[in-house]
């Protein structure tokens, strides 16, 4: 069975930090032990919501030495993959939806010497990634619908993150399973329990009363013990 030295992993989105500090919040982020960041990308096309680009992920370069995971929520991503690539991006994380190319699209990242993630939203299968799962880095489970922060975590997603717990275990290459939206610490054991290793989280960490660590920390310490 594929193994990993580090139970649950956590990734904060910046889509929740304050922008008029974007790098001050990342740096601190990242010294309380953010194991990478996440950067939605999202195109006011493939959901409703316009976001951030390639420049953004070229200033954070700058700042910290965290991984950047790139969320692209944008129709045709195929045209920004190497944007995204020589802008610093560390993996690029691509939707099954809407994409009658994904093996090429997966191709193009890996040609371009990152690790490839592909994302499923609440309504798109397991089977719909059981043709690619072999050429990926990570899976990505939607626990929201795409294109906000700060919505209500799906419980009903947790199925799915069974079922690709299950395919992925069955593995002899190690495949990362993550899961994005409404991530609380009322919300990630569950979706730790289900089998999810990878925590993104927006609101909780960087809306968190307490600050970015104490976000962090409450985060870290709910998933104690689970998985
Ligand atoms: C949603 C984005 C998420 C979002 C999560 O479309 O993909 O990464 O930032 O935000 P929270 O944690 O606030 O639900
Ligand atoms: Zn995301």
């Known amino acids: 069975m594929p193994v ?3 139970p649950v992993r956590m990734a904060p989105s910046i889509l ?18 953010a194991d990478r960041i996440h950067v939605d990308v999202m195109d006011g096309h493939f959901v409703p919501n316009i976001s951030m680009g390639p420049l953004v992920v070229e200033a954070l370069r700058k700042i910290t030495r ?4 790139t969320h692209l929520m944008i129709s045709n991503p195929d045209q920004y993959l190497e944007a995204f690539a020589k802008a ?3 993996s690029l994380l691509v939707h099954v939806e809407g994409n009658n190319h994904l093996h090429r699209t997966i191709q193009s990242i890996r040609g371009l010497g ?14 719909s990634i059981e043709e690619v799962i072999d050429m990926v880095d990570l899976v990505l489970v939607m626990t929201v619908n795409p294109g906000f922060g700060g919505q209500q975590y799906l419980p009903e997603t947790e199925g ?18 993550e899961v994005d939206g409404g991530i609380t610490a009322a919300s990630a054991p569950r979706a730790v329990a289900a089998g999810a290793r990878v925590l993104v989280a927006g609101s ?6 307490g600050g970015i660590a104490a ?6 310490n709910s998933v104690k013990g689970t998985g």
């Open 4 to 6: 990993d030295n580090k």
């Open 16 to 33: 929740a930090a304050d922008f008029t500090r974007l790098g001050e919040q990342v740096r601190e982020a990242e010294a309380a032990g």
């Open 66 to 69: 965290l991984p950047l995971e």
């Open 88 to 90: 610093g991006s560390t």
């Open 114 to 127: 990152l690790p490839a993630g592909v994302v499923l939203n609440p309504a798109t299968p397991t089977w």
């Open 160 to 177: 799915k993150i069974r079922s690709l717990r299950r395919l992925l275990d069955q593995r002899d290459r190690f495949v990362e399973l």
């Open 204 to 209: 909780s960490i960087f809306g968190h009363a």
């Open 215 to 220: 976000g962090l920390d409450a985060l870290v």
